[in-house]
């Protein structure tokens, strides 16, 4: 069939090794970021979030790195698990409006095992 | 762990019929959304909704569209007449303050035939 709109950027990655997933946001007033991971069929998926006051976050085997001199935020995955395959999207709010959360295209992580 | 919960997990409608899709934010969460992903695109923002008013709405969120939050717990979109197009992947959203994360619920897939 037809894959209209199947445009995503895809990552592949050996299991054990490290992911970078790179994302540019649109506003620069955007004050406070997400990371969601979305895995086939279900909703986004919380993963980690770092306000515009800081440049980097870690959690648990993921850093979020902020740069907002060129709007870009990365995610970096630690020792990538197979359980890590899914669509990553970053996410921007502005909360100084309206509170929404605006996001990304998306990439596809694909971890080989 | 409080969740969103969506229902039908999966909808069938022909053109031109009404649909409402249901959902039950996270209890003590007072920002409601409801957005769209068609396949293989991103999440599309709809609308916000706080204090039982819409406080924003994207150019998709047309005439066509409504929400309610008919009582305490349930927040509804409605489809007035569905289009071909209408097909996609609709989810719920609920956040806290609006300034926080957006906790998503596993989605409504609706197919207009």
């Known amino acids: 069939g037809e894959n209209v709109g199947l445009h995503l950027p895809t990552l592949s990655v050996q299991e054990g090794d490290n992911s970078i997933i790179n994302c540019a946001y649109s506003?620069?007033?955007?004050?406070?970021f997400i990371w969601y991971k979305q895995e086939s069929g279900k909703g986004p998926q919380f993963i980690i979030d770092?306000?515009?006051?800081?440049d980097k976050r870690q959690g648990q085997r993921v850093t979020v790195l902020l740069n907002k001199t060129v709007k870009h935020l990365s995610l970096q995955i630690a020792a990538t698990q197979p359980g890590d395959s899914a669509v990553y999207f970053c996410a921007e709010i502005f909360s100084g409006g309206y509170q929404k959360v605006t996001f990304g295209t998306g990439t596809k992580l694909q971890v080989i095992p | 762990e409080p969740e969103v919960t969506q229902t039908p997990s999966h909808q069938v409608t022909q053109m031109g019929q009404e649909v409402i899709l249901r959902c039950v934010p996270i209890?003590?969460?007072?920002?409601f959304y409801w957005y769209r992903q068609i396949l293989g695109q991103k999440v599309e923002f709809l609308v916000s909704f706080y204090n039982n008013e819409i406080s924003e709405k994207s150019e998709i969120f047309d005439d066509q569209f409504s929400v309610e939050r008919p009582d305490g717990s349930n927040f509804t979109l409605k489809i007035r007449s569905t289009k071909l197009e209408d097909s996609a992947m609709y989810f719920c959203?609920?956040?806290?303050?609006?300034?926080?994360?957006?906790?998503f619920g596993q989605g409504t897939r609706l197919t207009v035939v």
């Open positions: 770092i306000r515009s006051n800081m």
């Open positions: 506003n620069s007033a955007s004050d406070y």
């Open positions: 209890s003590n969460h007072l920002y």
């Open positions: 959203a609920s956040s806290l303050d609006g300034r926080t994360e957006a906790f």
